[in-house]
């Protein structure tokens, strides 16, 4: 089982950046899909959800109206697409799958990968 995020890196406030989680091992097609971050000194957030088949997403309420989480069950990746970066936005971002079977529960987290907002 793996997750692969990428996408990360150095932006400017105000700027746009798009994440990706590449999903190998698992059927991923039947995972729920999640964004979490942590940034320095915090606790990791959950910052977005989005069911298995994509027809439903929930946010923070600091990413509605200017984070979209994605999905692409053909290519096992899930995205996560933000827009007017804010320096508080600087983070470890992480993608998580996650699946209850029965009394089951299946985790699994990526590396994360590093967004730095700054000038």
């Known amino acids: 089982v793996q997750l692969v995020e990428s996408g990360g890196g150095l932006v400017q406030p105000g700027g746009s950046l798009r994440l990706s989680c590449a999903a190998s091992?698992?059927?991923?097609?039947?995972?729920?899909m999640r964004w979490y971050r942590q940034a320095p000194g915090k606790e990791r957030e959950l910052v977005a959800t989005i069911t298995s088949a994509g027809g439903s997403t929930n946010y923070a309420d600091s990413m509605k109206g200017r984070c979209t989480i994605s999905r692409e069950n053909a290519k096992n990746k899930v995205y996560w697409k933000m827009n007017r970066l804010k320096p508080e936005d600087t983070a470890v971002y992480y993608c998580n799958a996650r699946r209850l079977v029965g009394l089951r529960e299946y985790d699994y987290w990526g590396q994360g990968t590093q967004v730095t907002v700054s000038s």
């Open positions: 091992g698992f059927t991923f097609s039947s995972y729920h």
